[in-house]
């Protein structure tokens, strides 16, 4: 039984900060990435971050070019969650947000269809 359990989305001013949450649970759960992905109404599930994961790797990051320095991935020192640190916020980034584990070799980190574990989606909303 693998599971990702997301939390931490709800209603924003325009400035303002979010922090996303996503407890990761499961015996056999180690993916490669695990990655936040999001998506607008009416738009293509977009990349927004990953970070590496398995117990060999140092924690390396990757974010959507437009969200560099904005939006910050981490894990925590036990391994079972990731956080979504979201600053500045900004009405575009209204979307449902998603974390999803890679736990394959193909495809890129920045790709969704790469994935194979998916959580439920959380809800941003940004106010202008």
């Known amino acids: 039984q693998v599971q990702l359990v997301e939390s931490g989305g709800g209603l924003v001013q325009a400035g303002g900060s979010l922090r996303l949450s996503c407890a990761a649970s499961g015996r056999t759960f180690n993916p490669y990435f695990m990655g936040w992905f999001r998506q607008a109404i009416g738009k293509e599930r977009e990349f927004v971050a990953a970070?590496?994961?398995?117990?060999?790797?140092?924690?390396?990051?990757s974010y959507a070019d437009s969200l560099r320095g904005r939006f910050t991935i981490s894990r925590d020192n036990a391994k079972t969650t990731v956080f979504l640190q979201m600053n500045s916020l900004k009405p575009e980034d209204t979307a449902v947000y998603y974390c999803a584990g890679k736990n394959n070799l193909g495809g890129t980190v920045r790709e969704y269809r790469s994935y194979d574990y998916w959580g439920q989606g959380t809800q941003v909303t940004v106010s202008s």
């Open positions: 970070i590496t994961w398995s117990a060999w790797s140092g924690g390396s990051t």
